[in-house]
C-alpha cells in the first residue's frame, strides 16, 4: 500500500505557473506508475496525465498538453505536475493516484491509490 500527499495549489493569475508535488511513502514507489486527475465543481473527475514508473513515459490529456508536464524522483518518492501558462478553466482540485504497474490509464479506475487532492485556483 502506498500514500500519496500532494502539495504546491495556490492561487495564481491566468498565464502563471505552478508546480505540483505527490509525497508517496509507504510501499516502493518505483512499483507504482503515477497519474495526476482534477475535478472541478460540479464537474467529474478528469484525466491530466500519467507517467510510467520508470519515467521514462508520459501522456497527456489534450486540453493541457504543451503547457503541462509530469515527471518523477524516485529517490525523493515524489510526483511532481509542472503547471505553466494557466487558465482560468484549468481551476481545478488535483489529485495524484498510484497504480502498481509499470503504465498507468486515463480513467480514474485504472488508480488504486489518491492523494486528498490540492486546491488550485487561476484567476483571469
Known amino acids: 500500500q502506498v500514500q500519496l500527499v500532494e502539495s504546491g495549489g495556490g492561487l495564481v493569475q491566468a498565464g502563471g505557473s505552478l508546480r505540483l508535488s505527490c509525497a508517496a511513502s509507504?510501499?516502493?514507489?518505483?512499483?507504482?506508475?503515477m497519474g495526476w486527475f482534477r475535478q472541478a465543481p460540479g464537474k467529474e473527475r478528469e484525466f491530466v496525465a500519467t507517467?510510467?514508473?520508470?519515467?521514462?513515459?508520459?501522456y497527456y490529456a489534450d486540453s493541457v498538453k504543451g503547457r503541462f508536464t509530469s515527471s518523477r524522483d524516485n529517490a525523493k518518492n515524489t510526483n511532481y505536475l509542472q503547471m505553466n501558462s494557466l487558465k482560468p478553466e484549468d481551476t481545478a482540485v488535483y489529485y495524484c493516484?498510484?497504480?502498481?504497474?509499470?503504465?498507468?490509464?486515463?480513467?480514474?479506475?485504472?488508480?488504486?491509490?489518491w492523494g486528498q487532492g490540492t486546491q488550485v485556483t487561476v484567476s483571469s
Open positions: 507517467i510510467s514508473r520508470s519515467g521514462g513515459t508520459t
Open positions: 509507504g510501499r516502493t514507489f518505483s512499483r507504482y506508475a
Open positions: 493516484a498510484a497504480r502498481e504497474t509499470v503504465w498507468g490509464g486515463t480513467s480514474p479506475d485504472d488508480y488504486d491509490y
